[in-house]
């Protein structure tokens, strides 16, 4: 079973950048296709963004493009989502896995967008 760890969250302004980071634990996390979701206060979990196995291809929910880059590096089992021009309503907990059949869901990383 592959355990996820995402970091990078905390308190910025609008406007302001955060690089969220997800480990991967194990041998399989560059044969997958991964994403990143979030979860807002008394909302459903979203799709954010999903990259390919080998990296090669990206997308984006509207309300990111633009803005989010998702990226990947095999070699160190690692997922990084880059987040520019936040927004208030950013303001979620962040949680990477697999895009398609998730594994376990980490604890996730809390991202506030606040003045």
């Known amino acids: 079973q592959v355990q996820l760890v995402e970091s990078g969250g905390g308190l910025v302004q609008p406007g302001g950048s955060l690089r969220l980071s997800c480990a991967a634990s194990?041998?399989?996390?560059?044969?997958?296709?991964m994403a990143w979701y979030r979860q807002a206060p008394g909302k459903q979990r979203e799709l954010v963004a999903t990259?390919?196995?080998?990296?090669?291809?990206?997308t984006y929910v509207d309300s990111v493009k633009g803005r989010f880059s998702i990226s990947r590096d095999n070699a160190k089992n690692t997922l990084h989502l880059q987040m520019n021009s936040l927004k208030f309503e950013d303001t979620a907990v962040y949680y990477c896995?697999?895009?398609?059949?998730?594994?376990?869901w980490g604890q996730g990383t809390q991202v506030t967008v606040s003045s």
């Open positions: 896995n697999a895009y398609h059949n998730p594994w376990a």
């Open positions: 194990g041998r399989v996390f560059s044969k997958y296709a």
């Open positions: 990259i390919t196995s080998g990296g090669s291809s990206t």
